[in-house]
């Protein structure tokens, strides 16, 4: 059975980076959509990026867009999410998700539609 594992957070001051990564185990990342998620305390999952690797198309939420870059290096079967900028309220933790039925990335992605989930990796930006 297939696995995602989340690797990356921690606690960084706000304006600094970080690189959270998503590893696949058991099956390769060819024709699905990957997006991350996250969750802050109190609130709903939120996505925040996506790629798929069928067509290379991408997705960011607007509170995101321009500190955030999401990227494959398919040799090594991971994704990768560049976050720099960051803010306080990008405090939450992270998910992977991936789902092999979803072609291309048309918009904001929904929780349901992703049947594999990493564990999740907290993110904490102090201000």
């Known amino acids: 059975e297939g696995q995602l594992v989340e690797s990356g957070g921690g606690l960084v001051q706000a304006g600094g980076s970080l690189r959270l990564s998503c590893v696949a185990s058991?099956?390769?990342?060819?024709?699905?959509?990957i997006c991350w998620f996250r969750q802050a305390p109190g609130k709903e999952r939120e996505g925040v990026s996506c790629?798929?690797?069928?067509?290379?198309?991408?997705y960011y939420a607007d509170s995101v867009k321009g500190r955030f870059t999401i990227y494959m290096d398919n040799a090594k079967n991971t994704v990768y999410l560049q976050m720099n900028s960051l803010k306080p309220e990008d405090t939450a933790v992270y998910y992977c998700?991936?789902?092999?039925?979803?072609?291309?990335?048309?918009?904001?992605?929904?929780?349901?539609?992703?049947?594999?989930w990493g564990q999740g990796t907290q993110v904490t930006v102090s201000s």
């Open positions: 058991g099956f390769t990342f060819d024709d699905y959509a």
């Open positions: 790629v798929s690797s069928t067509d290379g198309s991408t």
């Open positions: 998700a991936a789902d092999p039925f979803i072609w291309s990335i048309t918009g904001k992605p929904s929780t349901t539609d992703f049947g594999s």
